[in-house]
């Protein structure tokens, strides 16, 4: 269901050939705009100009690599999942809006038609032209609104549902984003937690290189007075003989 949203938003944006471009993309895997062209037997403009289209809705991002022999920028494409579904989200809202506009119109309003001609008018028209159709002079007859309501709203149901659906998508990948976030956190965490103690323990070692330093020169300085000390002690003993 979701390739299905994806692949109705990418050829309302760039037309029926853009259509095979969402099989080519994989979650959040960046792909090569070489292998997309292959793929849909297109060349390489012809490809940039779909993904272009697609991209001044905010529907695709990129990346681009410098081939370090060649020197030119290779780009690497993704579909925008969230973004996407939010869009086709807007665009069914709207159209449902406009059919609910329609609906308020045919209960508000009276509305006439030519049955010879097939041709409608609002009350304004037919008033303009004296309830006679311009086309073929025919009287025009008012015209029953019950079954263009009803048309109506089947469209809306179905609209309705279909904007279940998307939401349900939504919901769907907005659970993904919040593990994917969590899993980013736990390992941030835990890095954060390894850095800490790789420092506690450069510090313990720093702490435990100075006691020693400063152990081996207390010994060194009472080892200095010791030696010091005996010639004093020799001379005493001398004195005293």
């Given at each position: ?28 895997k960046y792909v090569n ?78 509305f006439y038609v030519c ?127």
């Amino acid at each position: 269901m979701l390739k299905k949203f994806l692949k109705e938003i990418v050829v309302s944006i760039a037309g029926k050939q853009a259509e095979g471009i969402i099989d080519l993309f994989d979650g959040n895997k960046y792909v090569n705009e070489f292998i997309i062209a292959k793929k849909l037997n297109l060349t390489i403009n012809q490809t940039r100009n779909i993904l272009y289209k697609i991209s001044d809705y905010g529907l695709v991002s990129f990346i681009r690599k410098k081939d370090k022999k060649k020197g030119w920028y290779t780009y690497f494409w993704k579909i925008e999942i969230m973004k996407s579904l939010e869009f086709l989200r807007e665009n069914l809202l709207k159209k449902m809006e406009q059919i609910q506009h329609q609906i308020t119109s045919r209960k508000t309003k009276e509305f006439y038609v030519c049955e010879r001609c097939n041709i409608e008018f609002n009350e304004e028209n037919a008033l303009v032209h004296n309830f006679m159709c311009n086309e073929c002079g025919e009287i025009m007859q008012r015209k029953d609104n019950t079954p263009v309501i009803k048309e109506y709203n089947r469209d809306i149901d179905k609209l309705r549902k279909e904007l279940e659906l998307i939401d349900d998508e939504l919901k769907t990948e907005r659970e993904k984003l919040e593990k994917s976030k969590a899993r980013e956190k736990k390992k941030e965490d835990k890095l954060k937690m390894e850095e800490k103690e790789k420092k506690r323990k450069i510090s313990a070692a720093k702490r435990l290189a100075t006691k020693q330093t400063k152990t081996a020169k207390t010994k060194a300085v009472q080892k200095t007075k010791k030696v010091k000390l005996k010639p004093s002690v020799k001379n005493a003993r001398q004195k005293k003989k």
